[in-house]
């Protein structure tokens, strides 16, 4: 099970930080990865991380704004998103890929379990 937590409503510009608590997997077992959908658009990828934890990717649209972050011992995923803009209004999902790809992947299909999501909001 996958449970997304710390979305909300905040100003263009501010700071939220995304959690994503696993039960039933082990992270560093797997890759993981954040994913978002606003409304009337397709799912797209936001960030991901190998399941040895150094190796991160990003969409350029989030580059030098989110981090990705995962601490193991509590087996919690992080998104730490900094800067943010109106178009980064969506829902957020967190999904494993239980072939852990590595280099990690931001498509979508190719992730097997995901969260309900936490859905972000970034208006003045």
């Known amino acids: 099970q996958l449970v997304e937590s710390g979305g909300g409503l905040v100003q263009p510009g501010g700071s939220l930080r995304l959690s994503c608590a696993a039960s039933?997997?082990?992270?560093?077992?797997?890759?993981i990865g954040w994913f978002r959908q606003a409304p009337g658009k397709e799912r797209e990828g936001v960030s991901s991380?190998?399941?040895?934890?150094?190796?991160?990717k990003y969409a350029d649209s989030v580059k030098g704004r989110f981090t990705i972050s995962r601490d193991v011992a509590k087996n919690t995923l992080y998104l730490q998103m900094n800067s943010l803009k109106p178009e980064d209004t969506a829902r957020y999902y967190c999904?494993?890929?239980?072939?852990?790809?590595?280099?990690?992947?931001?498509?979508?299909?190719?992730?097997?379990?995901w969260g309900q999501g936490t859905q972000v909001t970034v208006s003045s």
């Open positions: 039933g997997f082990t992270l560093g077992s797997y890759a």
């Open positions: 999904a494993i890929d239980s072939r852990s790809r590595n280099p990690p992947l931001l498509v979508p299909a190719e992730y097997d379990y």
């Open positions: 991380i190998n399941a040895g934890g150094y190796n991160a």
